[in-house]
Nanobody, 123 residues
Framework: QLQLVESGGGLVQPGGSLRLSCAAS????????ITWFRQAPGKEIEGLLC????????NIVLSGKDRFTISRDNAENMVYLQIHSLGPEDTGIYYC????????????????WGQGTQVTVSS
């Protein structure tokens, strides 16, 4: 089964940018839709963006959606999440998750998850 590993988190100053990476275990990643989720402290997990296997980007988050960009490199089995103009509200654990082909909004629609990477936005 496909496995995912996130990386790229850390401590970032407000206003900064960050690129998170989601590394897949094998090339079957190309047949999956990959969604980035975020869980802020004390809050429920929320979907951010999804990239389908055919390359369609679906914005799930509405607030601040223009600050997020998702991309994939099938040759490297990687999916990326770029975040600009980071603020304290972006603090949380970021997960990538996979499901076959098409994007869905909810976390329960995804059966493959990475372990998460912590992002902390603070001065």
């Amino acid at each position: 089964q496909l496995q995912l590993v996130e990386s790229g988190g850390g401590l970032v100053q407000p206003g900064g940018s960050l690129r998170l990476s989601c590394a897949a275990s094998d090339s079957t990643m190309r047949y999956y839709a990959i969604t980035w989720f975020r869980q802020a402290p004390g809050k429920e997990i929320e979907g951010l963006l999804c990239l389908s296997s055919s390359g369609d980007t679906i914005n799930i988050v509405l607030s601040g959606k223009d600050r997020f960009t998702i991309s994939r490199d099938n040759a490297e089995n990687m999916v990326y999440l770029q975040i600009h103009s980071l603020g304290p509200e972006d603090t949380g654990i970021y997960y990538c998750a996979a499901r076959p082909y098409v994007c869905y909004d909810g976390q329960h629609d995804y059966g493959i998850w990475g372990q998460g990477t912590q992002v902390t936005v603070s001065s």
